[in-house]
């Protein structure tokens, strides 16, 4: 075993018994599967005959899974639409043993999906023909943001780090990131009573990057909030 891989493991098993906020837009990632069987008479297109349908957690949700995954407590946070897409995601998280406290329901809205079309055969790679997205029209509802805000301030002093993930569908607002930041903040401070022998903790702050560049004010070219 390489020093790199030790070093891997060993990073790997300090998530046992942590406890992560992972916060940003919950996308339902939709996969249709389909074998080519011949030219359309209507277009100069494949058609495909409908093999199979699976759907996975996906933006947030993804992020929120791998922590999982990797042996920590996760908490997610973040906004679904009350529509299929939304029950989907929620009977994920269930089924996985990930809480679903966190995630505000707003009627209205679209919970972001990514519907992938795949075509390949069984005894051929699959490969992704098209993607289709439906995506919410902005930011969450004032309402909406407020319970995510009242959430994040809720679990800050009990967990150890927070990871937001934004593909820029509107979760992370300006006032959900400042409220990170100020987290992170009180985080230095407690590091620094804690050097002194006093007590004190709260979380770190980082983000998971989405399919955006970082947008936020505060935020550094590798994803880190500095605060």
Not at 11 to 32: C, N, P, Q
Not at 165 to 179: A, H, L, M
Request: proline share 5%.
């Amino acid at each position: 075993m390489t020093g790199a891989l030790r070093g891997m493991l060993a990073t790997i098993d300090k998530f046992g018994g942590r406890t992560i906020v992972v916060i940003g837009d919950l996308i339902t990632d939709e996969y249709l599967f389909g074998k080519p069987g011949r030219i359309s008479r209507e277009a100069p297109v494949i058609i495909l005959r409908f093999s199979e349908r699976e759907v996975l957690l996906g933006g947030a949700a993804n992020a929120a899974n791998n922590v999982h995954a990797l042996g920590a407590k996760v908490i997610p946070i973040g906004v679904i639409g009350r529509d299929g897409a939304g029950e989907e995601l929620m009977a994920l998280f269930r089924a996985t043993g990930i809480p679903t406290d966190g995630i505000v329901t707003e009627s209205g809205r679209t919970t972001p999906v990514k519907t992938r079309i795949m075509a390949g055969g069984y005894q051929a790679t699959r490969q992704q023909v098209v993607r289709l997205d439906r995506e919410p029209s902005g930011e969450p509802q004032p309402t909406t943001e407020d319970a995510l805000l009242a959430h994040l301030t809720a679990l800050a002093a009990h967990v150890d780090a927070i990871v937001i993930s934004d593909y820029g569908y509107g979760t992370v607002t300006p006032r959900i990131f400042e409220q990170v930041k100020t987290i992170a903040r009180r985080d230095r401070r407690g590091r620094r009573r804690r050097a002194n022998g006093r007590e004190g903790r709260a979380p770190a702050a980082g983000t998971a990057r989405g399919a955006d560049a970082p947008r936020h004010a505060g935020q550094s070219g590798n994803g880190v909030v500095r605060a």
